[in-house]
């Protein structure tokens, strides 16, 4: 696509309920992030992929979040259980390969998540 | 540790003024340098980058100098418009590493 594309754009979430959110990255980006941004905050790294694999997970909070991106393309981040500190803006972005710091990284325009 | 300090907002203009908005960073090592850019409601744009000491980035009239000796990636603008009002955000990324470390961001609200 044009774009990186992220779904949902909003999502209110009751505490304890399970969310999955969804990106589709740049067509043949091999690389693949996500970020967690909380209100007034810059965004902090959650995990990044290289192809299917999970190079880098450091960032995930609990073990109640996880990320996977099976084939290659799509990628999902799975929050369980989910608490009022998980309200954040999670933003999703590809580049068209790694290690290489000249290469563009593009965001996605996030998917907002209120727990209430 | 790496980490990104960036003046805190909002900084509010009026037309045609001078920007400066300061980011200092801390690095273990020596960092590729990069101001995005958030307009209200959109994802985050590259506004420019630097990948190494003494280079200038430069983009849409903006422009940035990459210090060593200063640790800073101050963002700069002859005249600002009213479009220009967003939110920027000053981020560090090593070579072969894949994280980004971002600023608090900085919100900028330019009046007619």
């Known amino acids: 696509g044009a774009g990186v594309s992220q779904s949902p754009r909003y999502k209110v979430a009751k505490r304890g309920q399970d969310v999955a959110l969804r990106c589709d990255p740049i067509?043949?980006?091999?690389?693949l992030f996500w970020y967690q941004q909380a209100l007034g905050q810059g965004p902090e790294f959650l995990t990044y992929?290289?192809?299917?694999?999970?190079?880098?997970k450091s960032g995930l909070p609990s073990d109640r979040f996880f990320a996977e991106r099976p084939e290659g393309s799509v990628s999902t981040l799975k929050i369980q259980r989910t608490q009022q500190e998980d309200s954040a803006v999670y933003l999703c972005?590809?580049?068209?390969?790694?290690?290489?710091?000249?290469?563009?990284?593009?965001f996605g325009e996030g998917s907002w998540l209120t727990v209430v | 540790g790496n980490s990104v300090t960036q003046m805190e907002g909002p900084v509010t203009l009026s037309e045609e003024a001078f920007l400066t908005i300061n980011c200092t960073y801390t690095?273990?090592?020596?960092?590729?340098l990069f101001w995005y850019v958030q307009y209200p409601g959109e994802g985050l744009q590259l506004l420019l980058k630097?990948?190494?000491?003494?280079d200038k980035g430069s983009n849409k009239g903006f422009e940035a100098t990459y210090r060593k000796e200063t640790t800073s990636f101050h963002l700069e603008k002859g005249s600002v418009q009213v479009s220009d009002s967003a939110v920027y955000f000053c981020?560090?990324?090593?070579?072969?590493?894949?994280?980004?470390?971002f600023g608090s961001g900085t919100k900028l609200n330019v009046k007619p």
């Open positions: 630097a990948t190494k000491a003494d």
């Open positions: 690095a273990t090592g020596y960092p590729s």
């Open positions: 972005a590809s580049s068209l390969r790694t290690g290489n710091s000249g290469n563009t990284i593009y």
């Open positions: 992929f290289q192809n299917e694999a999970q190079l880098d």
């Open positions: 067509s043949g980006h091999v690389s």
């Open positions: 981020a560090l990324i090593f070579y072969n590493f894949n994280k980004f470390y």
